[in-house]
């Protein structure tokens, strides 16, 4: 048995706390920055908020206490929102035991430093690390459906000791060493999500989602590679398969607010109107044009999407950019 702490009762922190529970065989913490959110989990067994309709079993564990929910436990699951990542952890730091894993869940990169969450969590503390990621929208993981992801780490034994914990009839876990590769594809995508939508929210047809989710994956290739990922690790699970999921699926936060700024609302109203949940993609397409100004990557979605999302440029127009660019061999 695993003493797993799960930070962050958003909807997908929820769904991985169900998906555990449904596996059996570990003690759960579910851990909420906010006390009433806490209070009402409690209440009402349900995340009346974020993840409505999934009864949370009796023996997941729910507290607002940050250092409770981290006493003793054996892997701290970090399902906060990527902006917040360094807050939490820099508040428990003192707090950690050498031995402790520390999961990623979050898919983003960190706005002013265009660190990946791998780094950011290797600023604060020395602990074994590894990320999660793969195509899974939460509702469908709460749910029990079919859902397959993979866990990296370079730390010997990491991977698979979570492959071990997490794996159930529902979930099926992959291993890779490729933490880079696999943080980038779960945060690049998002962005590309977000031009996906946009293009559906102008009619723009099936040819051209087509070639953008193409096109985006040759992108977060691109960056993921001068960063020291691998090119593999793009075609697999963290890579095109979170990118075709959150491009087509009707579920995806990213997409939603890609439609929406397509149909042309405006960037605040869409945001609002997602009452408190996160669309990783907003905030990490200025930090993807960091990283790849850093390593002098070419990102052309990713500066058309920058634009619209923080500059006010017409969506038709920067398709319209998108398309007339110079030739080029694919």
């Known amino acids: 048995m695993s003493r797993i702490a799960i930070l962050g009762a958003g909807a997908w922190g929820t769904a991985l706390a169900l998906s555990l529970a449904r596996r059996g065989g570990h003690e759960l913490l579910l851990w909420s920055h906010s006390q009433a959110l806490a209070e009402q989990l409690s209440v009402a067994g349900e ?7 999934f009864t949370l079993p009796v023996d997941i564990h729910i507290t607002s206490d940050l250092p409770r929910a981290i006493f003793e436990a054996d892997i701290l699951l970090c399902v906060t929102p990527s902006q917040h990542l360094r807050g ?49 929208f939460a509702q469908e993981v709460a749910a029990g459906m079919p859902t397959a992801v993979v866990v990296a780490s370079t730390v010997p034994g990491v991977a698979q000791t979570i492959q071990r914990d997490f794996t159930s009839s529902t979930l099926r876990v992959y291993t890779n060493e490729d933490v880079p590769g696999v943080e980038l594809g779960g945060s690049l995508k998002n962005v590309i999500a977000l031009a996906a939508g946009v293009a559906n929210g102008l009619n723009l047809g099936h040819n051209s989602s087509a070639a953008l989710i193409t096109r985006g994956i040759a992108e977060m290739t691109r960056l993921a590679v001068a960063c020291g990922g691998r090119r593999q690790t793009l075609a697999g699970l963290s890579g095109a398969g979170d990118l075709i999921l959150t491009c087509t699926g009707s579920l995806s936060r990213n997409r939603t607010v890609g439609i929406e700024l397509g ?42 999407m920058d634009a619209i999302l923080h500059h006010n440029k017409n969506p038709k127009e920067a398709i319209r950019e998108l398309m007339t660019r110079p030739g080029r061999d694919e």
Do not use: C, D, W
């Not at 995340?47 to 309709?53: D, E, F, M, V």
């Not at 850093?294 to 500066?303: D, K």
């Open 47 to 53: 995340n009346l908020r974020y993840l409505p309709g």
């Open 88 to 136: 939490v952890l820099t508040h428990i730091a003192p707090l950690l035991t050498r031995n402790q894993i520390i999961l990623s869940a979050s898919k983003g990169i960190e706005e002013t430093s265009y660190l990946r969450m791998s780094q950011v969590v290797a600023s604060i503390a020395s602990n074994p690390f590894a990320v999660l990621s793969g195509p899974s």
């Open 263 to 304: 149909r042309g609302r405006q960037l605040p109203e869409i945001i609002a109107s997602l009452n408190g949940k996160v669309a990783e993609g907003v905030g990490s397409t200025a930090a993807a044009l960091g990283l790849a100004a850093r390593y002098a990557v070419e990102m052309p979605i990713t500066e058309q």
